[in-house]
């Protein structure tokens, strides 16, 4: 099939050209508003005062795609924060202030946090745009603040960290992906909740969700059951307990649990076949589409309205449209039209989210190879028919984000189509059945039959899940997997996709040589590896440990490996390590003739004959380290993140007026020894 003969595809290609660069090169909105104004009237001119042989040239074509990448750089320009001139990084932010914010989001809370991204209204009494991170202490016995409460509070901003630790997720550059740079911190007690605030359709729907959870809770679900519907039908996946999330991951059925476009496509094909009797009527077709539509909007706006929602709907808005008109097939113009001119126009950031990209990459997949894989093999018995059917949009949504499941998330499930096989045959049946759950508990009218047949039918589905994921031989995990293998994976996808459609030399050629590029990087990688020596001081709390990393090999020298597993597992999988050997961390050890001491809670001081370079203080020893640093002359002095804070800040101060370096792995992150041999 050739993608490129559509427009609507060569103009999202260009969108997608114009946004990839106007993020990483940063034109300034002025500059973005002049080229893409100046290309647009360029192009127009060219339509009206050129005649109609020379406005379909290549050069009429050439000037259209570079006013969409204009329009691109200007959609990413105009979507950064920053830009905008009552943005509050344009004030003097520093110290204490007087915000009034607006929550707009309730995001899944930490073992020790409550968090919400909240929306600037103003700063010290003038008016101030931006988003805000605002984190309270958890407390089980203060009340949760909700989307559109407005408060009032005192406090400055804190910049939102790096990762402190190699191939640690950098939670800054994801937050900074939505428009946030800062966060507030308070607690319970120390703002002002304002009384009756002004009501969003966002608040609307989080108000709608929420009673429709308390009465949901109030029926004899079980928990387990309770949280798969709630994730299932009201987009709300925060009381999925960590062990059936863990499930539904490894049985490769996690995008169950997300409403997104399986959901809606399903419930779209439930609603096409309810509402077929309108047809009968007086422009029934046209009353249908606009019903259908409403329905669809409708279930978005009871899912919260959240983004993944709102994208899933907004293209299969097109697909009802495309049905209506009787173009079904002409699907590629439907996902490029979705995304061109309602996502990535209005919110060009969603490009970065993976979300988005797992989502268009599946549908992209299933609607281009899916028919391919139709055409390899029509069975002639009806029900091998649909075995088959489902088999293979359950290997081409695959094929569409195995690259981007590995390059994210190190992992890849086996069994993903038994899952499939046994689950998404009867999600209709479940999403029928929990909207009519949902519609009827909103009515209070739910009778206990019912709930007890939808627990029953939730309970077996996650039993199913269950049994798939402890089949751990099908499971692979911690798979290395870069940016570049990423890139050269789709290349091989692409050019597999295009030989089994039309098989021509040139496109063998390309698949092959895709093939010897992606294993030319991987042993490259492995050579790399292989080559590779770094000591660190990793930052963990409560805890000590040094990372000795040569060739594959690991040395984990800690005092408490227990509370390594997550840092160890992360940094395994990026450097490609196959063998860990953990150590008891000692007291002293020579990096390149150079002395490092390790000064714990006993405080013990090195020998004269000893005199570190480096020096570690771990567990808040109660030293004067005036005198100590008098006494040993150490040229560093670090602090790893099992002291107390109060010690750090008195540390630092000395440091600083006896002028030797001082390295706090809270703040600055990991410490790195230079292991090279000169």
């Given at each position: 099939?050739?993608?490129?003969?559509?427009?609507?595809?060569?103009?999202?290609l260009?969108?997608?050209?114009?946004?990839?660069?106007?993020?990483?090169?940063?034109?300034?909105?002025?500059?973005?508003?002049?080229?893409?104004?100046?290309?647009?009237?360029?192009?127009?001119?060219?339509?009206l005062?050129?005649d109609?042989?020379?406005?379909?040239?290549?050069?009429?074509?050439?000037?259209?795609?570079?006013?969409?990448?204009?329009?691109?750089?200007?959609?990413?320009?105009?979507?950064?924060?920053?830009?905008r001139?009552d943005?509050?990084?344009?004030?003097?932010?520093?110290?204490?202030?007087k915000f009034?914010?607006?929550?707009?989001?309730?995001?899944?809370?930490?073992?020790?946090?409550?968090?919400?991204?909240?929306?600037?209204?103003?700063?010290?009494?003038?008016?101030?745009?931006?988003k805000?991170?605002?984190v309270?202490?958890?407390?089980?016995?203060?009340?949760?603040?909700?989307?559109?409460?407005?408060?009032?509070?005192i406090?400055?901003?804190?910049?939102?960290?790096?990762?402190?630790?190699?191939?640690?997720?950098?939670?800054?550059?994801y937050?900074?992906?939505?428009?946030?740079y800062?966060?507030?911190?308070?607690?319970?007690?120390?703002?002002v909740?304002?009384?009756?605030p002004?009501?969003?359709?966002?608040?609307?729907?989080?108000?709608?969700?929420?009673?429709?959870?308390?009465?949901?809770?109030?029926?004899?679900?079980?928990?387990?059951?309770?949280?798969?519907?709630q994730?299932?039908?009201?987009?709300?996946?925060?009381?999925?307990?960590?062990?059936?999330?863990?499930n539904y991951?490894?049985?490769?059925?996690?995008?169950?649990?997300?409403?997104?476009g399986?959901?809606?496509?399903?419930?779209?094909?439930l609603?096409?076949?309810v509402?077929?009797?309108?047809?009968?009527?007086?422009?029934?077709?046209?009353?249908?589409l606009?019903?259908?539509?409403?329905?669809?909007?409708?279930?978005?706006?009871?899912?919260?309205?959240?983004?993944?929602?709102?994208?899933?709907?907004?293209?299969?808005?097109?697909?009802?449209?495309?049905?209506?008109?009787n173009?079904?097939?002409?699907?590629f113009?439907?996902?490029a039209?979705?995304?061109?001119?309602?996502?990535?126009?209005i919110?060009?950031?969603?490009?970065?989210?993976?979300?988005?990209?797992?989502?268009?990459?599946?549908?992209?997949?299933?609607?281009?190879?899916?028919?391919?894989?139709?055409?390899?093999?029509?069975?002639?018995?009806?029900?091998?028919?649909?075995?088959?059917?489902?088999?293979?949009?359950?290997?081409?949504a695959?094929?569409?984000?195995?690259?981007?499941?590995?390059?994210?998330f190190?992992?890849?499930?086996?069994?993903?189509?038994?899952?499939?096989?046994?689950?998404?045959?009867?999600?209709?049946?479940?999403?029928?059945g929990?909207?009519?759950?949902?519609?009827?508990?909103?009515?209070?009218?739910?009778?206990?039959?019912?709930?007890?047949?939808?627990?029953?039918l939730?309970?077996?589905?996650?039993?199913?899940?269950?049994?798939?994921?402890?089949?751990?031989?099908?499971?692979?995990?911690?798979?290395?997997?870069d940016?570049?293998q990423l890139?050269?994976?789709?290349?091989?996808?692409?050019?597999?996709?295009l030989?089994?459609?039309?098989?021509?030399?040139?496109?063998?050629?390309?698949?092959?040589?895709?093939?010897?590029?992606?294993?030319?990087?991987?042993?490259?990688?492995?050579?790399q590896?292989?080559?590779?020596?770094?000591?660190f001081?990793?930052?963990?709390?409560?805890?000590?440990?040094?990372?000795?990393?040569?060739?594959?090999?690991?040395?984990?020298?800690?005092?408490?490996?227990?509370?390594?597993?997550?840092?160890?597992?992360?940094?395994?999988?990026?450097?490609?390590?196959?063998?860990?050997?953990?150590?008891?961390?000692?007291?002293?050890?020579?990096?390149?003739?150079?002395k490092?001491?390790?000064l714990?809670?006993?405080?013990?001081?090195?020998?004269?004959?000893?005199?570190?370079?480096?020096?570690?203080?771990?567990?808040?020893p109660?030293?004067?380290?005036?005198?100590?640093?008098?006494?040993?002359?150490?040229?560093?002095?670090?602090?790893?993140?099992?002291?107390?804070?109060?010690?750090?800040?008195k540390w630092?101060?000395?440091?600083?007026?006896?002028?030797?370096?001082?390295?706090?792995?809270?703040?600055?992150?990991?410490?790195?020894?230079?292991?090279?041999?000169?």
């Amino acid at each position: 099939m050739r993608l490129l003969q559509f427009v609507p595809i060569k103009l999202t290609l260009s969108l997608v050209v114009g946004i990839l660069l106007g993020s990483y090169i940063n034109f300034g909105l002025l500059y973005a508003m002049v080229t893409a104004l100046s290309l647009f009237l360029l192009t127009l001119l060219s339509y009206l005062f050129l005649d109609k042989k020379r406005s379909d040239s290549v050069f009429f074509g050439i000037l259209v795609m570079l006013t969409t990448i204009g329009i691109g750089i200007l959609a990413i320009s105009y979507s950064e924060p920053k830009n905008r001139p009552d943005h509050y990084t344009h004030t003097n932010f520093q110290g204490d202030h007087k915000f009034y914010v607006k929550v707009k989001e309730v995001l899944k809370p930490t073992a020790f946090t409550n968090r919400y991204l909240v929306a600037l209204q103003t700063m010290d009494t003038e008016k101030a745009s931006g988003k805000i991170l605002l984190v309270f202490p958890r407390d089980s016995t203060k009340q949760e603040l909700k989307v559109d409460d407005e408060l009032i509070l005192i406090s400055h901003l804190y910049p939102i960290g790096p990762p402190l630790n190699p191939h640690q997720f950098n939670y800054k550059k994801y937050m900074e992906g939505l428009g946030v740079y800062h966060q507030l911190k308070s607690s319970y007690g120390s703002f002002v909740l304002m009384e009756n605030p002004s009501t969003t359709l966002y608040g609307t729907a989080a108000q709608l969700r929420n009673s429709i959870i308390s009465k949901l809770q109030k029926t004899d679900f079980g928990e387990e059951e309770l949280s798969i519907i709630q994730a299932l039908l009201l987009g709300q996946r925060n009381d999925i307990s960590e062990s059936v999330y863990n499930n539904y991951k490894n049985a490769g059925a996690v995008h169950i649990l997300a409403v997104s476009g399986l959901h809606i496509g399903i419930l779209l094909l439930l609603l096409q076949f309810v509402l077929k009797p309108l047809e009968r009527l007086p422009k029934g077709k046209t009353f249908k589409l606009a019903v259908l539509v409403v329905l669809l909007w409708g279930f978005t706006f009871l899912a919260g309205l959240s983004a993944s929602v709102v994208r899933a709907v907004t293209m299969f808005s097109f697909v009802a449209y495309a049905l209506y008109l009787n173009r079904p097939s002409n699907t590629f113009n439907i996902l490029a039209l979705s995304i061109l001119f309602i996502l990535l126009v209005i919110d060009p950031k969603l490009l970065f989210q993976v979300g988005f990209q797992m989502s268009y990459a599946a549908v992209f997949a299933i609607v281009w190879i899916y028919p391919l894989l139709q055409r390899l093999w029509f069975p002639k018995n009806s029900l091998l028919r649909k075995v088959w059917q489902l088999f293979s949009v359950s290997i081409a949504a695959q094929l569409g984000v195995l690259p981007i499941s590995l390059f994210y998330f190190h992992q890849f499930p086996g069994l993903f189509f038994v899952s499939n096989l046994l689950i998404v045959p009867f999600l209709g049946l479940i999403l029928g059945g929990g909207i009519l759950i949902i519609f009827l508990v909103l009515l209070n009218v739910l009778p206990d039959f019912l709930v007890e047949i939808y627990n029953e039918l939730i309970g077996w589905m996650n039993s199913i899940i269950e049994l798939i994921a402890r089949q751990e031989a099908f499971i692979f995990t911690d798979i290395p997997f870069d940016s570049v293998q990423l890139f050269l994976s789709y290349l091989i996808i692409v050019s597999l996709v295009l030989i089994l459609s039309q098989p021509t030399f040139k496109r063998i050629v390309a698949f092959f040589s895709a093939i010897i590029l992606f294993q030319s990087w991987l042993f490259y990688s492995v050579w790399q590896s292989r080559e590779q020596e770094v000591l660190f001081l990793a930052h963990q709390t409560r805890n000590s440990v040094l990372l000795h990393q040569m060739g594959t090999n690991l040395n984990v020298i800690t005092k408490d490996s227990s509370r390594t597993t997550r840092l160890v597992k992360n940094f395994q999988v990026a450097e490609r390590i196959k063998k860990i050997e953990y150590k008891e961390l000692r007291g002293n050890y020579v990096i390149q003739k150079q002395k490092l001491w390790v000064l714990d809670s006993l405080g013990v001081y090195p020998s004269h004959e000893m005199s570190p370079e480096f020096v570690v203080l771990t567990q808040s020893p109660k030293i004067n380290l005036e005198r100590f640093i008098d006494s040993v002359k150490p040229k560093v002095i670090i602090a790893d993140g099992n002291n107390y804070k109060s010690s750090i800040a008195k540390w630092k101060m000395t440091c600083e007026k006896k002028k030797v370096l001082f390295h706090y792995t809270g703040e600055k992150g990991a410490y790195y020894f230079d292991v090279v041999s000169e």
